[in-house]
C-alpha cells in the first residue's frame, strides 16, 4: 500500500471552471477538485456517481459538470437536488452505480443539523460512531458495480489533550469490505488552525495542528470476500 502525500487541496485548480461547486460557507465543504480528480480517474461520460452525505452538493455540481449522472442524499439536504435520505439505508439496487464519494463527519465537532439520524452528533472516542459509518460502508458496498470504486474523506481528531485516530480505525472498518486502491493526504494549509492563537496552544500542550485529511480510495472486488 502506498501513502502519498499531495497538495490536492490547495491545487490552483481548486476552483476551476466558471461555475460554483457546493457552497464554501458550508461548515465541512469538500474542495470540489478534490471530487473532479476522482471522477476523472474512476469514471467516464454517462457513469452514475452518488453522494450519500451530499451536504452543499458538491459532488452534484461536479457530477454534471463532467457529465456524469449523478444521484445525492443527505440526512438534512440544503437544496432541492439533494435527496432527504439516511446514508445507512440507500434507496438504489444492487450492483448499480460506478463510483460512490462520500467526506462523512469526523466526529461530533460540527453541528450540521438538529436531524436525529446526523452521525456527525456521534463522537468518535465512541465505537458506535464506527459502527454507525460501517453501516454506510456496507450500504456503499451493495450499490457499487463490482470493481467498481469510491473515495472516502475523514480527518483525525485531537481535542481536549486526546488523540483519535479516526481516519485508520475507520480505514480498519472499510477493509473488511473493500480492496484498497490508495490512501491520499489532503493537506489543509488554509484551515481555521492555522493562526497564531492555535500555534501557541499547540506549543502550550505539545500537540499538532490537524493540517490534513484522509482520502481512502477503495474497490469492491469482484469476488465475494
Ligand atoms: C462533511 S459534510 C459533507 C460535505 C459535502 N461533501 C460538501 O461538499 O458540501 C457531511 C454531511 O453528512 C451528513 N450526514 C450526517 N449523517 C448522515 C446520515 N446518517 N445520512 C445522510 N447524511 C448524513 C450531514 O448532514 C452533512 O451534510
Known amino acids: 500500500m502506498q501513502i502519498e502525500s499531495t497538495t490536492l487541496w490547495d491545487f490552483p485548480t481548486q ?40 451536504g452543499s452538493g458538491t459532488t452534484i455540481d461536479v457530477a454534471l459538470e463532467l457529465n456524469r449522472k449523478v444521484r445525492a442524499y443527505d440526512v438534512h439536504p440544503v437544496r432541492k437536488d439533494i435527496i432527504k435520505n439516511d446514508a445507512r439505508k440507500i434507496p438504489l439496487p444492487d450492483d448499480y452505480v460506478d463510483f460512490v464519494f462520500i467526506d462523512s463527519p469526523y466526529s461530533d465537532n460540527i453541528k450540521y443539523s438538529d436531524e436525529p439520524d446526523c452521525i456527525g ?84 500542550f505539545n500537540f499538532y495542528l490537524r493540517g490534513f485529511k484522509y482520502l481512502f480510495i477503495m474497490r469492491k472486488t469482484n469476488y465475494i470476500k
Not at 461555475?19 to 461520460?45: C, M
Not at 459502527?131 to 472516502?152: C, F, H, N, S, T
Open 121 to 204: 452528533k456521534i463522537s468518535c472516542e465512541k465505537e458506535l460512531f464506527y459502527d454507525e459509518l460501517e453501516k454506510v460502508a456496507q450500504e456503499i458496498l451493495r450499490i457499487l458495480k463490482p470493481g467498481k470504486a469510491m473515495g472516502w474523506v475523514i480527518a483525525d481528531q485531537w481535542i481536549k489533550k486526546k488523540f483519535s485516530a479516526t481516519g485508520f480505525l475507520m480505514w480498519q472498518r472499510l477493509e473488511k469490505y473493500f480492496e484498497p486502491i490508495d490512501i491520499i493526504c489532503l493537506t489543509r494549509h488554509n484551515q481555521t488552525s492555522n493562526t497564531g492563537v492555535w500555534h501557541s496552544r499547540a506549543r502550550e
Open 15 to 54: 476552483n476551476y471552471g466558471d461555475t460554483s461547486h457546493g457552497d464554501n460557507k458550508f461548515n465541512g465543504v469538500t474542495p470540489a477538485f478534490v471530487i473532479w480528480n476522482l471522477l476523472q480517474r474512476y469514471t467516464k461520460e454517462g457513469d452514475r456517481v452518488v453522494d450519500p452525505m451530499a
